[in-house]
């Protein structure tokens, strides 16, 4: 709508004409033969409102950037971005800028690129505006209906959209429930949707809905308020869901009405904990009005080409508090047949909130209680709310962003603000988020933004999250370093310099991560002020609410921020509407946030610009190949299935398996999230990877079913028996490497030390993989137990003293992983009698001591042995000896000083020294530093794994061995 000329053209006319949706309630007559004044009547329209934009919305842009913006002067900007691009359109638009003080440019024939492309993004922001308010109101005055949103693709910047090849990538990805629709429909479906959300968004959300059951696509609660004030609005959205193949379970309150027809008949309303008590006289209104309200809105859907159907006696009930609530019922049962029968045939479920007992009483059910355990049963992808307030609002009336229930529902609950419905809406929808998985979220908005909420990853409302804690850090010692590497290169899609936590340090301000490893922010100090060095979210993090919780945790510490982001970096947008202002200097866009003073502002922006990058192009990462040429290259990839994937074990097996060659993770067990995507815990599974409950009934036939090649059991002592049990007895049976201690002192299961036990290694099926203090003291004590042919140079049992990062006490709380309780502390335990103790003693033939303790640190293991030797040493012998027990062994670094923790946590490998020697009383002292998630567990695993199948060692660790 940008300019007359394509609008006067018969061949625009054509194109425009077969994209309009062929719903009545957007018919056009003779689309194909449009008149042409017609098409000019709603253009100038279009125009006119395009032109408010210059009277209103640029001002206030221009206030808020607080840089000027030319009036009406870049008005072109918008139309595409080839001509912003071109040095030839830049002096076209040059010319084109007033002569008026206010707007003057010095030197506007030689603008920057990166000026112009600045002030188009701020019109194509504010032009955007134009299709959630503007056009709507533009359609009801002219006699010319215009399709929602349909031609937001004209004001497109991305030439990658008019590809056929995109469009014809992502028709494939939708849902089947579409059937035999023609490739032309699909491809105008996904042109829609990519008005919607971008490229990435839209592949996202399709890959998710189209590897669900139908019915599980998303649980709509619609407010009576919108019933009565945005059918129509409503009644669009959810024919467009419907026909891109989506089916939604709609369930509605009717509140407004309620309460209207209660006055009219004198009977005051009441409410009890949010509730409206229910008396005899209130239900049989509530029952009129519910029917009166469900077949309006089935009436509308129908009335405009849609199929739907009022569906009743799904929710099965009992009375909450007869004697406190009326006649208000909670739900005991889901009768989810009806809905199911109703999707499959096409239509859009309606249901009311009104319950009925087995003995036949109908109940009032708050809607808002009805719609959460209904998405209990149901588990849906999306909870949407839809209400007239385009969310749920705090205490100044302000629709709040996000709640992160992990972090704020204490603090909302004490709130005296938070009281009524809202309370019971906020209580209610954590009570169901409690049982679902963590991907899932309860989103609150307004029946126009409904298109976004489910296609865009920009929430429009209130996003409510079950979310994670966030955990502040002072120092990267503190954190996991391989996870929070993977998570950041996998974010910015490309390899973090070598360097990078080693030159940072000096000045990390703060790390924030979530529990999880799906969200981390970054800070350093830069000139006295907090510098968002690296914000990195996973794709379906982002989707989660992830972002803006990280966001909000952020800017609560730190008033004042500041960053800088590549031009072409897709979540400019997003960082757009955090900032309090932007500045472009190609090729980085400087933000700011709370930052003010013009001296202030350049004096962070040059810091900004000057900072080294910290990223390397994905070509340049070319990590090392340390090791021979595999004894095998499989045809097809290995399956893979994986017991206890939840711990920080399981989330290293999985990374280690996504970079393996020949691997492919096939099944990953959790009995209460199954059902649901193994990605939205673990970043690094299959997309398309949904969580198993195996139990050890029945994991020998799944085994058999799913052709799974290998087990890890990464599960906690005495739990893996029971299946391995049932796996042993498959006819062929799969490898099994155990990471418990549960086969450690059987005879028949292969010890995983690899290094020393390769050969008994190769095409053994069951292997008990070595603890992590014990591959540390089996690895030291080797090679002065089995590196002599005179037998052992020890001298009596050696001693170890050993700490442990916290990592190491597991996920369950407890007193050994509490940050608060470790904090300036070192906790002993289990002072005699370790099981690893017994394990070395045990593997090794020859008896050792053993006292661990626990360390304020997240990850790594210290080992400080000491111990008499038959004959005394020099430390060149000792070093000798040992260089040459492990020559040609990549992992095992032997070193003449005192390794530290911190220089081998988060790698691969073992790092052995120390090697201090008393002649006179041949008492030896040596340290040993592992990583206890790495080497004493998951790489030790891959490797044995690896030599089992007889495959080279190090496939999917090589790739890190150069970090």
């Known amino acids: 709508a940008t300019t007359s000329d394509s609008i006067n053209t018969a061949k625009s006319i054509n194109e425009l004409a077969k ?16 008149h042409r004044h017609a098409v000019r009547g709603v253009s100038q329209a279009l125009l006119r409102a395009q032109s408010r934009l210059w009277t209103s919305t640029i001002p206030r842009l221009a206030s808020q950037t607080k840089f000027p913006v030319p009036e009406k002067s870049n008005r072109s900007f918008a139309t595409t971005s080839d001509s912003i691009n071109t040095a030839k359109s830049i002096n076209e638009l040059a010319k084109l800028l007033p002569s008026s003080p206010a707007y003057s440019f010095p030197h506007a024939h030689h603008m920057h690129r990166h000026a112009v492309r600045g002030v188009s993004q701020a019109l194509l922001r504010a ?97 009576g308020g919108v019933l009565e004030d945005s059918l129509s609005t409503l009644v669009s959205s959810l024919i467009f869901l419907q026909r891109v193949g989506l089916f939604p379970i709609v369930i509605h ?35 009129r009005i519910f029917q009166r309200e469900n077949l309006k809105l089935v009436d509308a859907l129908e009335q405009a080409g849609a ?47 009104l319950g009925v007992t087995p003995g036949g009483q109908v109940l009032n059910i708050n809607a808002d209680v009805a719609a959460l355990e209904l998405a209990k049963e149901i588990r849906p992808l999306k909870i949407i709310f839809l209400n007239t307030t385009a969310g749920m609002k705090d205490d100044r009336g302000q ?135 690296k914000f990195a979210v996973t794709e379906q993090a982002k989707g989660d609410g992830l972002s803006d919780a990280l966001w909000s945790r952020i800017t609560k510490d730190n008033p004042q921020l500041f960053w800088r982001s590549r031009n072409n970096n897709q979540v400019n947008p997003w960082y757009f509407q955090k900032a309090s202002g932007h500045i472009q200097n190609a090729p980085w866009t400087v933000f700011w946030y709370g930052i003010e003073g013009i001296d202030k502002i350049q004096k962070v922006v040059s810091a900004a610009i000057a900072l080294p990058v910290t990223m390397r192009p994905p070509s340049v990462h070319t990590p090392p190949v340390v090791t021979p040429t595999p004894t095998l290259v499989p045809q097809s990839k290995f399956r893979i299935g994986l017991l206890g994937a939840r711990g920080h074990v399981g989330g290293h097996l999985t990374r280690l398996i996504s970079q393996h060659p020949y691997l492919e993770l096939a099944c990953v067990a959790s009995s209460t999230q199954a059902g649901t995507s193994v990605q939205g815990t673990l970043p690094f599974a299959p997309s398309h990877l949904k969580f198993e409950d195996i139990t050890p009934d029945n994991i020998a036939s799944y085994t058999e079913n799913n052709h799974i090649d290998a087990w890890f059991l990464a599960l906690p002592d005495a739990i893996a028996p029971p299946y391995v049990a049932s796996l042993v007895s498959v006819k062929k049976y799969p490898v099994l490497v155990d990471l418990s ?223």
């Open 741 to 963: 201690s549960d086969h450690r002192f059987d005879s028949n299961w292969t010890y995983g030390v690899t290094e020393v036990n390769r050969e008994k290694l190769r095409g053994a099926k069951k292997i008990a993989n070595p603890g992590c203090y014990a591959t540390g003291m089996f690895l030291t004590m080797a090679p002065l137990v089995r590196g002599g042919s005179h037998g052992p140079v020890v001298e009596g049992p050696p001693s170890f003293f050993g700490i442990s990062g916290y990592s190491g006490a597991g996920t369950k709380a407890s007193p050994r992983n509490d940050p608060n309780n470790l904090h300036g502390n070192i906790l002993p335990y289990k002072l005699i009698h370790h099981t690893h103790e017994k394990e070395v003693s045990h593997q090794l033939g020859f008896p050792i001591h053993f006292t661990p303790h626990v360390g304020e640190f997240f990850q790594g293991i210290t080992l400080t042995g000491s111990m008499k030797l038959r004959r005394p040493f020099t430390r060149d012998e000792l070093v000798a000896k040992y260089q040459s027990f492990y020559k040609d062994e990549p992992l095992i670094k032997v070193v003449s000083g005192i390794p530290e923790v911190k220089s081998n946590a988060n790698k691969h490998t073992v790092s052995i020294g120390g090697f201090e020697m008393d002649a006179s009383s041949r008492h030896l002292v040596t340290v040993t530093t592992l990583d206890n998630l790495l080497k004493g567990a998951a790489t030790q695993a891959m490797q044995n794994l690896n030599v089992a199948l007889g495959m080279e060692e190090l496939l999917g660790i090589q790739q890190e061995l150069g970090n």
């Open 127 to 223: 032009q955007s505006r134009l299709w959630t308010s503007t056009i709507p109101r533009l359609a009801s005055q002219t006699k010319f209906p215009v399709p929602e949103k349909s031609n937001r693709s004209f004001a497109t910047t991305s030439d990658s959209i008019n590809t056929a090849k995109s469009i014809n990538e992502l028709a494939k990805l939708l849902p089947s429930s579409l059937g035999a629709s023609g490739t032309k429909e699909k491809d105008t479906i996904v042109r829609l949707l990519l008005n919607i959300g971008s490229h990435k968004e839209v592949r996202q959300y399709l890959k998710h809905f189209a590897n669900v059951d139908t019915i599980q696509f998303a649980v709509i609660k619609i407010g």
């Open 253 to 287: 309150g009717g509140g407004p009405q309620m309460n209207a027809e209660l006055d009219q008949a004198g009977i005051p309303a009441e409410y009890t904990d949010g509730l409206r008590v229910t008396s005899p006289e209130v239900l049989a209104i509530a029952q």
């Open 399 to 533: 629709v709040m962003s996000t709640i992160n229930l992990e972090e704020e529902y204490d603090y909302l609950m004490q709130q005296p603000w938070v009281k009524y419905g809202l309370r019971l809406k906020i209580k209610e929808m954590k009570g169901c988020l409690d049982v679902l998985p963590l991907s899932s979220s309860v989103s609150v908005t307004s029946p126009e933004h409904l298109q976004e909420e489910l296609f865009n990853t920009q929430r429009s409302g209130t996003h409510v999250f079950k979310g994670e804690k966030i955990n502040a850090y002072d120092t990267f010692d503190q954190v996991d370093q391989v996870q929070l590497k993977a998570l950041i290169e996998k974010a910015f899609g490309r390899p973090l310099v070598d360097d990078y936590f080693t030159t940072t340090a000096p000045r990390l301000h703060k790390i924030y991560l979530s529990k999880s490893f799906r969200a981390v922010a970054v800070l350093t100090m830069e000139q006295g002020v907090p510098y968002l060095d």
């Open 307 to 353: 199929r739907a159907r009022p569906v009743t006696s799904v929710f099965e009930s009992q009375p909450l508090d007869p004697k406190k609530y009326g006649l208000v019922g909670q739900v005991t049962k889901i009768n989810s047949e009806p809905i199911a029968s109703c999707v499959l045939s096409g239509c859009v479920p309606v249901l009311s909130s």
């Open 19 to 34: 994209l309009l949706p062929s719903s009545p309630a957007y018919s056009f007559p003779h689309a194909h033969h449009m």
